[in-house]
Nanobody, 127 residues
């Protein structure tokens, strides 16, 4: 069964860091682009960042650029979201998503481009 499982969320204070992990049970994971999305209470889901299947290309939302970094280890079927200098505005449920693509360096940036979603992990940043 193809699935994604996020981990690493929690409660942190403003200015602290967290690293989220996304574990994929996908046999051909290296052919999947992966993205991170978040949804805060009462708000729409938003794109946080994405990484190409090769890992060579990344893209980020303006609100997190320079603070968040996405990386992947295809040998371990893992994708990571390193988050630095967190603030209350980063409080949300963070989900990873994946989709097969034939394009090695393409980053998918919208939710409707992704076919597989994880359940999400809560990140809460206290002020």
């Amino acid at each position: 069964q193809v699935q994604l499982v996020e981990s690493g969320g929690g409660l942190v204070q403003t200015g602290n860091s967290l690293r989220l992990s996304c574990t994929a049970s996908i046999r051909t994971f290296s052919t999947y682009a992966v993205g991170w999305f978040r949804q805060a209470p009462g708000k729409e889901r938003e794109f946080v960042g994405g990484i190409s299947r090769s890992g060579d290309s990344t893209d980020y939302a303006v609100s997190v650029k320079g603070r968040f970094t996405i990386s992947r280890d295809n040998a371990k079927n893992m994708v990571y979201l390193q988050m630095l200098n967190l603030g209350p505005e980063d409080t949300a449920v963070y989900s990873c998503a994946a989709s097969h693509t034939t394009f090695v360096r393409v980053v998918l940036t919208t939710g409707n481009q992704y076919a597989i979603w994880g359940q999400g992990t809560q990140v809460t940043v206290s002020s």
